[in-house]
């Protein structure tokens, strides 16, 4: 490993829960056995390259605050980093990494230049993946930052704009492909609207079904076996994404007859931004069959924007893995920070910092979750509150051998007079803080 930006940082160890090194594991020991599978195969950690190698510090009233060495707009900047986060994937032991296009090339002068760059950089991290055994959890196309997507990709209002967006998603999922990516993200930050005024929604909407039919032919078409997902967001940057949250895109793949083929990557910050709880999300997406993936960060409770902060809520993490791991945890899913060092921190340590802390948190989470699965008190209570229904009438009526005319038969036959029942909700959460 090179010793250059992160000095003599050697890889992250396992130290347990008693141990006050900043940079060890207390809780997340990858080989540790939870309910059958490693912590490594049950989290699938990823780190993003756009928060940990791109962004430069910067808020709405002020500029750069981090000084990396490797930002630059030339090719030879673009493998600095790509060096620099292979250090960095490496150090911590996580086993994937996720990418947009812009994170890892520069910007050319045009759509060629373009390609070239994104195909030179995909050479080199497929040299690098083999050499250091890691593995891309998914890639992604950033349709948001270049000024030519401000009014949009997929639903621009200018066919040129939806043209190039589309050529340029081919390359990144050929990329993705090549590299033997697990999934493909789309996320939508300015697939959306900021005023009525000049917008035909119907019209994106279209658009952008047509655009997610194509990405899904083509996946088949070049034999991709990775999942799809959206990644929902309310806004921010676009004032309405029309991707606003789980059931919205459930909504949106079943108009476009796409919701056997598109899963959905659900980020904590995005969550809360819709003004739902993380849990509800995954909730969505397991009752709706659409679970694919997880973005994980927290919010600022209190500022409203998209923060990206490393997870430190033991509590809520647990409630998350508790979903997925009823779902039966991931599959080509995982764990993606997509979360940013504060900009006051700007040291190599604090990036590794942040991450090992962030590692522990879900570990821990998960920990507890997998604890109120196998004790089974909880799915217990779940249970019995429904129990009624394994009853033959009462599945009658779920059948469609029951009518409202038959129904009404049969309360008036059997006087039938529903006495209220507790829902034992403070009962359930004294429960689940004896598990964190
Ligand atoms: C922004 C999104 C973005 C996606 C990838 O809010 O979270 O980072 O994860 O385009
Ligand atoms: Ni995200
Ligand atoms: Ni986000």
Excluded at 106 to 113: L, R, T, V
Excluded at 145 to 164: C, E, I, K, L
Aim: net charge negative; charged share 25%.
């Amino acid at each position: 490993m090179s010793k250059g930006f992160f000095g003599d940082i050697s890889p992250i160890q396992y130290e347990g829960p008693d141990s006050e090194n900043p940079l060890a594991f207390k809780h997340y020991n990858p080989d540790e056995l939870v309910m059958g599978k490693t912590l490594r195969d049950h989290l699938r950690f990823a780190i993003c390259y756009w928060h940990s190698m791109v962004w430069p510090g910067t808020d709405p009233f002020g500029g750069q605050t981090f000084d990396r060495p490797w930002f630059g707009d030339s090719m030879a900047h673009a493998k600095h980093k790509a060096d620099v986060a292979f250090d960095l994937f490496s150090i911590l032991g996580a086993p994937y990494y996720c990418f947009h296009d812009a994170d890892v090339r520069p910007e050319g002068a045009d759509f060629a230049e373009n390609t070239r760059n994104l195909n030179e950089i995909t050479d080199y991290f497929g040299e690098k993946m083999s050499e250091t055994g890691l593995k891309l959890l998914w890639g992604t196309a950033n349709l948001f930052s270049h000024q030519r997507y401000m009014s949009g990709g997929a639903t621009n209002p200018d066919p040129d704009v939806f043209m190039f967006a589309a050529a340029t998603v081919k390359t990144c999922m050929d990329a993705t492909h090549r590299l033997g990516g697990e999934n493909y993200v789309l996320w939508g930050g300015r697939e959306g609207y900021e005023t009525l005024l000049n917008t035909n929604m119907g019209r994106e909407l279209d658009q952008l079904g047509r655009f997610l039919t194509m990405v899904v032919d083509y996946k088949h078409k070049i034999g991709f076996n990775g999942t799809i997902l959206i990644e929902p967001k309310p806004q921010e940057p676009t004032k309405h994404q029309y991707d606003f949250d789980v059931a919205t895109v459930y909504g949106f793949l079943k108009r476009y007859g796409l919701e056997n083929e598109v899963k959905v990557n659900i980020e904590q910050g995005h969550a809360i931004l819709a003004g739902h709880s993380f849990e509800h999300e995954l909730a969505v997406a397991g009752a709706l069959d659409i679970f694919g993936s997880i973005d994980m960060n927290r919010n600022d409770y209190q500022s409203g924007w998209d923060t990206d902060q490393f997870p430190n809520n033991v509590p809520e993490m647990a409630l998350a893995y508790y979903q997925i791991l009823s779902l039966g945890g991931f599959s080509t899913g995982g764990t993606n920070f997509d979360a940013k060092l504060r900009r006051q921190s700007i040291d190599p340590v604090d990036l590794v910092a942040a991450h090992v802390g962030g590692m522990d948190c879900c570990a821990r989470g998960l920990k507890a979750a997998a604890r109120m699965l196998e004790e089974g008190k909880l799915s217990g209570a779940v249970e019995e509150r429904y129990a009624g229904w394994d009853k033959k009438d009462a599945a009658s009526m779920m059948s469609d051998k029951w009518s409202l005319e038959q129904i009404t038969d049969y309360v008036e036959t059997n006087g039938v007079n529903p006495k209220p029942v507790s829902g034992r909700q403070e009962i359930l959460e004294n429960l689940v803080n004896r598990y964190v």
